[in-house]
């Protein structure tokens, strides 16, 4: 039995009549940008996280660059920002016109820790990127202590607890990708950013819409980046769905764990009080690319994620200078192995994917 690396249409599935019932009403209402949905969508997704406001914007990384802007963020200062995660978390620090600062991560959590975060910060670090790496919340409440506002990366962490929290209500800021894949994922792109401070929010409100308030007068050079109205509309299905999706991800995570995975390969640590959303189930092993290869060979979709760390890619080598080494980035970069998970997935499926590492390992 092949199992795939994620199962996004078995969920959908059944909600296709009421999404395409919300389609149609948005193409008869005839309002496609900045309309009733986005404003509906803001405030649901406000209520759910538990913060006093959320922008709704093009994608998770322009949520970033407007994000650390609407902190304050400008030219000359220094991000710190972990090199074991997508792309876009250090791209959209420059794109702010600021200087990424790579930091380690912790080889459990594969999150920043606050003595990874500290060793990085330098005189003009203004703020500190925190990605929710893989759907586990990162220790953002302990990295608000260093002095500087937290930025909490959750593209990856939607439906994610910490503490009773939700991923994106734990930092100063915090921002969202909704891209089609991510355990709240559009119909295309989108993404967002949720925070409890008023200013911030009115800044990033502007900063979306060109760096204005009121669509007549531009204070600032800013960015043309909405949420539609369509995207904003299937996603107002789907939120109340997350929850649910969230507890099968979780599920699948403990079968994998009541399977036996843990004596075959390194299993994610999971920090008293978190319940992870657990957007990619990764674990490591030492000779990661040879049970890849035997896990394709049997059906099981597996894949190895950020091989190359962002310390290490050619557009960061400006920003790079004399950084000191980041032993548990390229550690994990070189024998991560992501496994299939989805809200769907079974404890067979568990058992299958097991015991194909069992055979392989
Ligand atoms: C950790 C992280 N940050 C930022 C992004 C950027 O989001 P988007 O693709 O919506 O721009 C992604 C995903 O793509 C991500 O995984």
């Known amino acids: 039995m092949a199992v795939p690396l994620f199962d996004t249409d078995t969920p959908l599935a059944p909600l296709r009549p009421a999404i395409l019932e919300r389609i149609a009403d948005v193409v008869a209402g005839g309002r496609f940008v900045l309309g009733p949905e986005v404003q509906a969508f803001e405030a649901e997704l406000a209520a759910y996280l538990g913060v006093g406001h959320v922008i709704g914007v093009g994608n998770g990384t322009d949520a970033i660059t407007i994000a650390l802007r609407a902190l304050g963020v400008a030219p000359g200062d220094d991000v710190v920002v972990p090199s074991f ?38 005189p003009r670090t203004t703020a500190i990127l925190a990605v929710d790496l893989f759907g586990l919340p990162a220790p953002v409440a302990a990295l608000r202590e260093l002095g500087v506002p937290v930025l909490e990366d959750a593209a990856q962490a939607a439906g994610a607890r910490h503490q009773g929290r939700m991923a994106g209500a734990l930092g100063d800021v915090a921002t969202f990708s909704f891209y089609p894949s991510k355990n709240l994922g559009a119909f295309g792109d989108g993404g967002a950013i949720a925070t409890d401070d008023a200013e911030v929010a009115a800044l990033a409100r502007a900063l979306r819409f060109h760096g204005s308030r009121d669509k007549q007068t531009f204070e600032y050079i800013g960015y043309n980046s909405r949420l539609d109205e369509l995207q904003a509309a299937i996603l107002r299905v789907l939120l109340p769905e997350l929850d649910g999706w969230c507890d099968g991800r979780r599920a699948g995570a403990r079968a994998y764990l009541d399977a036996g995975l843990g004596d075959h390969v390194g299993v994610p640590a999971v920090p008293e009080g978190s319940d992870p959303a657990w957007h990619l189930y990764v674990v490591t092993h030492p000779r990661a690319d040879a049970v890849l290869e035997a896990l394709a060979a049997v059906g099981v979709q597996a894949r190895g994620y950020y091989r190359r760390p962002l310390h290490r890619q050619p557009a960061m080598a400006p920003y790079v200078g004399d950084l000191g080494p980041l032993p548990v980035t390229d550690e994990l970069g070189a024998t991560n192995i992501a496994l299939p998970i989805s809200p769907v997935f079974t404890a067979d499926q568990a058992r299958e994917v097991v015991t194909a590492i069992a055979g392989a390992a």
């Open 85 to 122: 995660t997508f792309y876009a978390s250090a791209e959209a620090i420059v794109t702010a016109g600021a200087r990424p600062v790579f930091c380690d991560v912790d080889a459990g959590t594969r999150n920043v820790t606050v003595e990874t975060v500290h060793a990085a910060m330098t």
